[in-house]
């Protein structure tokens, strides 16, 4: 299995950084029937962004304004799926590295079954160069 490699839109909302936030907005998300492909949340100072990256971006937008959530504008990342190897991050960020295209965020996690998944983030100005140098859909 060769990696793939896709455009993924994702919009972020910055809550609190306190228990149940995060929980909050997903269960309403879930109850709208909204199919996450990946979701990040990390510290932001006393807050939290959560990034979500959802199959129809339409159908979260009306989610998140039922809920009272304002979503930043339309992103772009890169969502991975590959075979599992020592050095798969190495190799993929090694290919932006050459091109001069800095990562401003990655994460990667085994699958199972001998796959991984990652999700990269670069500069906004940069994806059509990320998305050319990684060979993406």
Do not use: C
Request: aromatic share 6%; proline share 2%.
């Amino acid at each position: 299995m060769s990696e793939t490699v896709k455009r993924a839109e994702y919009y972020y909302v910055t809550v609190d950084d306190k228990a149940g936030e995060g929980s909050r907005l997903l269960e309403a998300l879930r109850q709208a029937g909204v199919d996450l492909l990946a979701f990040h949340a990390f510290p932001v100072g006393v807050k939290s962004q959560l990034d979500l990256f959802a199959r129809d971006g339409a159908k979260l937008a009306a989610a998140a304004a039922k809920a009272g959530v304002k979503l930043s504008s339309k992103k772009t990342a890169f969502l991975v799926e590959g075979q599992d190897h020592p050095g798969a991050m190495a190799e993929l960020l090694g290919k932006l590295s050459a091109a001069r295209v800095n990562v401003t965020a990655a994460e990667g996690i085994t699958a199972g079954g001998g796959t991984f998944g990652a999700l990269v983030w670069v500069r906004q100005p940069d994806v059509e160069k990320a998305a050319q140098v990684l060979g993406a859909r």
